[in-house]
Nanobody, 123 residues
Framework: VQLQASGGGLVQPGGSLRLSCAAS????????IGWFRQAPGKEREGVSC????????YYADSVKGRFTISRDNAKNTVYLQMNSLKPEDTAVYYC?????????????????WGQGTLVTVSS
């Protein structure tokens, strides 16, 4: 059972990246998937989440209107499209899965975590 986050890299302010969270060993169909990030010297924070049943989504205020979460159950993958990136978006991004139809209220409720992918927004 494994979650693999990928797609990070170096991008200029205003640019875009698409992160992927791929599952192996289990199907994501019945899991809510969350994206989190941790910047240097800061606590981990929730960025976005997508439920498993109706595809309901959640976004942190800091990314609303810029990030879009989506899932492709056929590919067993969840994506985070990040547009209009800012230097303050620089962080290691993690994905996590919770066996639930809705996004969990707390990160400690997630069952599985990916290893993280680094996003650096800098000119």
């Amino acid at each position: 059972v494994q979650l693999q986050a990928s797609g990070g890299g170096l991008v200029q302010p205003g640019g875009s990246l698409r992160l992927s969270c791929a599952a192996s060993g289990f199907t994501l169909d019945y899991y809510a998937i969350g994206w989190f990030r941790q910047a240097p010297g800061k606590e981990r924070e929730g960025v976005s989440c997508i439920g498993s049943s109706d595809g309901s989504t959640y976004y942190a205020d800091s990314v609303k209107g810029r990030f879009t979460i989506s899932r492709d159950n056929a590919k067993n993958t969840v994506y985070l499209q990040m547009n209009s990136l800012k230097p303050e978006d620089t962080a290691v991004y993690y994905c996590a899965a919770d066996y639930s139809s809705i996004c969990p209220a707390h990160e400690f409720l997630y069952d599985y975590w990916g290893q993280g992918t680094l996003v650096t927004v800098s000119s």
